[in-house]
Nanobody, 124 residues
């Protein structure tokens, strides 16, 4: 069993930055692919970024490419999402997820383990 806890969300003005953290407990995340999802109010969940177990070939949604960066520190059981040049359309609840399969996260948009989410609000 893996428990995931997100933090770092909040209110920021357009053009600002936030850094989200996802800390895992219960087991090391070194054998898991990790991803960040987001759910805007009244809309479906979308994949924002994902990173394999090796930290190699990362995935980014077109809407955040060049602005967001996903990284991981397996020694700390932590995954990060650095968000720069934030836009009002980035407003959503952000979730981290873990799965043995990178493809499950990116293609099927499912994960074995999920955090509770953290709210990100970008004002204009």
């Amino acid at each position: 069993q893996v428990q995931l806890v997100e933090s770092g969300g909040g209110l920021v003005q357009a053009g600002g930055s936030l850094r989200l953290s996802c800390v895992a407990s219960g087991r090391t995340v070194s054998n898991y692919a990790m991803a960040w999802f987001r759910r805007p109010s009244g809309k479906e969940r979308d994949v924002v970024a994902a990173i394999p177990e090796s930290g190699g070939n990362t995935y980014y949604a077109d809407s955040v490419k060049g602005r967001f960066t996903i990284s991981r520190d397996n020694a700390k059981n932590t995954v990060y999402l650095q968000m720069n040049s934030l836009k009002p359309e980035d407003t959503a609840v952000y979730y981290c997820a873990a799965d043995r399969s990178f493809n499950a996260l990116v293609v099927a948009t499912i994960g074995r383990y999920w955090g509770q989410g953290t709210q990100v609000t970008v004002s204009s």
